[in-house]
């Protein structure tokens, strides 16, 4: 890293090209800022670190949580949520529901998108409709039939065409929703950035390049994108004075930095180059104490997912043995060290209250506890049934600090405790690593998934039979029929008895280890003193920028 003083000349000597950029940079230009016009410096942006690239900037391609931040600081759907993470009005003024909960009928507020144009309804059907079309291979076509919206599976198949998807623009400020069951979270899904709209006219003269730089974006939320490609390590947002609510965003901007090194990145903070930054490790110990350390609780959960078409990893016993090999204790605790937990499960904590208003975790059992003298066990039964005495596989990493040390750790835990068993590491960019285990081209992957809505359905529906998130092509139709009866069957109609059967499907995918967990994320954040208002969420959006200050 530079010196300060050196810094601070270059940054100086870049407010002034800019300040006479803006201005003209004519002879004529005075050489002092205009007085109603602040400098680069004087400016209220808020610089936030990334480990990660975003992936893409395309609402209804995009599935993770680096792309979804950014998605939501510039485009607004119907709900937003507040800093408690319940929903609340946003594109939709007022909304009229049915005594039976199959119809909702919204009245959008006057907004505009970026160019000038009117939001409409019609930009919600067309999002929507794009969502499941067979066609586009939405990722995230499933989460409309976790909505419920009226024939989404059927449109996502292809057995019915996306007009008959229950969505319909009444007139430009009126667009009706229906459900085929009532869904209790229907609200707070809303607010998810797979439903956000999308101006059709825009979209069409964009092509393919949509998404992919500022030109080929539009914003009708509080900011609106001004330096973006794809994979950029920056990533910088200006205030949208076009926003119905422009009133309320206090903040002039948004400037995010890729910054993969924990060191590299608590540097720049240091420095003043960062006003949020994420720790790890044993920087988490070093900035406990600091004024501005801040332990935010994480919904995601870390899991090893095995490829169960690859040679050997079909067999429950290999599975069981590799699952219980490894010390979470230690990798929470000694490596991350960030308030990360323990995960004994494949449903986190904190996610989601039962009808009963305890939390899903408080009533649920937990499994595949670390045990290597059982790990050791079930790899001796596994070699005798697969008619091996040694086995290699590859894991994939992003390569993120935090992931890699995680992965390392695992690879000798798993070579010490099974002996015969060898782990290779193949690091990669986050986007690389989802990308071959989406194609399944992976044995092992070190994944993680963020939760999108307040229910443990939002991580049990990823391993049914197809699912594009099931990336070890497990199949099981008891489990299956749990699933499909909690989401729209009997069973949608019986809270208490949903409930239950969703811990039953949890205790089918641990028994026959179809994920490997590791621990649920914590997050060691330092925030600059002077910046408030940042809202944390464990569920959905991560971090949510409208109402901060600096």
Request: proline share 4%; net charge negative; hydrophobic share 40%.
């Amino acid at each position: 890293m530079k010196k300060k003083k050196l810094m601070l000349a270059l940054s100086l000597a870049m407010a002034a090209m800019f300040t006479l950029a803006a201005c003209g940079s004519s002879d004529k230009t005075p050489t002092t800022p205009n007085a109603t016009t602040p400098t680069v410096a004087e400016k209220k942006v808020l610089r936030v670190q990334f480990d990660v690239e975003v992936a893409s900037m395309d609402p209804q391609i995009a599935t993770d949580g680096t792309s979804f931040e950014v998605i939501a600081a510039i485009t607004e759907g119907l709900y937003s949520i507040d800093e408690a993470g319940s929903p609340i009005l946003a594109m939709a003024e007022s909304v009229d529901k049915s005594a039976d909960g199959l119809t909702y009928t919204f009245k959008l507020r006057d907004a505009k998108w970026s160019d000038g144009t009117a939001v409409t309804a019609k930009d919600f059907v067309f999002s929507w409709r794009r969502l499941v079309d067979p066609e586009v291979a939405s990722e995230y076509a499933f989460i409309m039939e976790i909505a419920g919206v009226k024939n989404a599976v059927a449109a996502t198949t292809g057995d019915k065409p996306v007009e008959e998807l229950g969505v319909t623009a009444k007139d430009d400020k009126t667009l009706v929703v229906e459900l085929d069951v009532p869904v209790p979270y229907f609200e707070s899904l809303m607010a998810f950035p797979s439903f956000l709209p999308v101006n059709e006219a825009f979209f069409t003269k964009a092509g393919d390049t949509y998404g992919t730089s500022p030109a080929t974006l539009l914003s009708n939320g509080p900011f609106k994108i001004t330096a973006y490609e794809p994979a950029a390590t920056t990533i910088t947002l200006e205030k949208n004075a076009d926003y119905w609510d422009a009133g309320k965003v206090a903040l002039d901007g948004i400037q995010y930095q890729v910054i993969k090194d924990s060191q590299q990145a608590m540097l720049s903070y240091q420095n003043g180059d960062l006003d949020v930054a994420t720790l790890s490790g044993e920087q988490v110990e070093q900035f406990q104490a600091d004024p501005e350390f801040k332990n935010i609780v994480a919904g995601y959960l870390w899991y090893i997912s095995p490829n169960q078409t690859v040679k050997g990893l079909e067999n429950v016993n290999l599975r069981k043995a590799l699952a219980l090999s490894y010390d979470k204790e230690a990798i929470a605790k000694n490596i991350l060290k960030d308030g990360s937990i323990v995960a004994d499960f494949a449903v986190p904590t904190l996610l989601a209250t039962g009808p009963d208003g305890k939390d899903y975790r408080e009533t649920a059992d937990t499994y595949l506890s670390t045990d290597k003298a059982k790990a050791l066990e079930f790899w001796n039964t596994a070699k005798t049934e697969l008619g091996v005495t040694t086995l290699k596989y590859t894991m994939i990493v992003e390569d993120t600090e935090s992931a890699i040390n995680v992965a390392q750790f695992i690879q000798s835990e798993i070579q010490t405790t099974l002996p015969g068993v060898t782990i290779e590491l193949q690091t990669m960019p986050k986007k690389n690593r989802v990308e071959r285990m989406q194609e399944g081209d992976f044995e092992l992957g070190l994944t993680r998934w963020g939760p999108d809505y307040a229910d443990p359905m939002t991580y049990l529906d990823m391993w049914t039979t197809g699912s594009p998130n099931n990336y070890g092509f497990w199949s099981n139709k008891d489990y299956d029929e749990i699933i499909e009866s909690a989401k729209k069957g009997e069973l949608a109609l019986d809270l208490v008895a949903r409930w239950e059967a969703l811990k039953d499907a949890e205790a089918i995918v641990m028994d026959e280890a179809v994920i490997f967990p590791v621990y649920q994320k914590g997050d060691a954040v330092m925030v600059k003193a002077g910046v408030e208002g940042i809202e944390f969420h464990s569920v959905g959006i991560n971090r949510i920028y409208k109402n901060a200050s600096k």
